[in-house]
């Protein structure tokens, strides 16, 4: 079975984009999360999406949004942004229910100039 | 507030001894907890979890102890080999009622020597 797969693996961005990250889960998979890791901050839970709703929201400024499609991919969309943003984003799958474990794709590393 | 914390940063060990990682959380209400393996420039691999309600899950050279009273999880790697180098995180997660949303530790670096 395929694991989970993020596009793109590598971004260049200038501060005051935005950007779009692509994330596809594990086949079966309906929970979709995302967290941010940075040297600073380890790893932080951005959000999580289950069948196409958002069920959790990390402390994140709204500037970062996401969204899930039918087929359990989902989207994270970054504002705006900012120097500080640049960090590995990472997406995990669950197949949610009584399920614990999330299985984490390689992420996308965002640099910010 | 850091809910879970690793308090050692790095930890190194021959090959073929025990590895122990070690965390502490301090939110009650965390009811499973996780350790993940992680390489750089790659994503954290799942190794191994634990509900709340067990105080011990083993899987092949892989043992997590769960001390609910002292809010305690450790890691146990028997034995250690060197491809076990890598940053391992704890994380610990709400009841599944409340989705997925896991709070990690820092990390502890795993050095094993040869």
């Excluded at chain 1, 079966?28 to 995302?34: A, L, M, N, T």
């Excluded at chain 1, 709204?62 to 991919?73: T, V, Y």
Aim: aromatic letters at 12%.
């Amino acid at each position: 079975k395929a694991g989970v797969t993020q596009t793109p693996r590598y971004l260049i961005k200038t501060r005051g984009q935005q950007v779009t990250l692509s994330c596809s889960p594990i086949s079966g998979h309906r929970s979709v999360s995302w967290y941010q890791q940075t040297p600073g901050q380890g790893l932080q839970f951005l959000f999580e999406y289950f069948s196409e709703t958002q069920r959790n929201k990390g402390n994140f400024p709204g500037r970062f949004s996401g969204r899930q499609f039918s087929n359990s991919r989902s989207e994270m969309n970054v504002s705006t942004l900012e120097l500080g943003d640049s960090a590995l984003y990472l997406c995990a799958s669950s197949l949610g229910g009584n399920s614990y474990e999330q299985y984490f794709g390689p992420g996308t590393r965002l640099t910010v100039t | 507030d850091q809910q879970v914390k690793q308090n050692s940063p790095s930890l190194s060990v021959q090959e073929g001894r025990i590895s122990i990682l070690n965390c502490d959380y301090t939110n009650s209400m965390f009811d499973y907890f996780l350790w993940y393996k992680k390489y750089p420039a790659e994503g954290p691999t799942f190794l191994i979890s634990i509900s709340s309600i067990k105080d011990k899950n083993e899987d092949g050279r892989f043992t997590v102890f769960l001390n609910k009273s002292a809010k305690h999880l450790s890691l146990h790697i028997v034995p250690s080999q060197p491809g076990d180098s890598a940053v391992y995180f704890c994380a610990a997660g709400p009841p599944k009622a409340a989705g997925n949303k896991l709070t990690f530790g820092g990390g502890t670096r795993v050095l094993v020597k040869p």
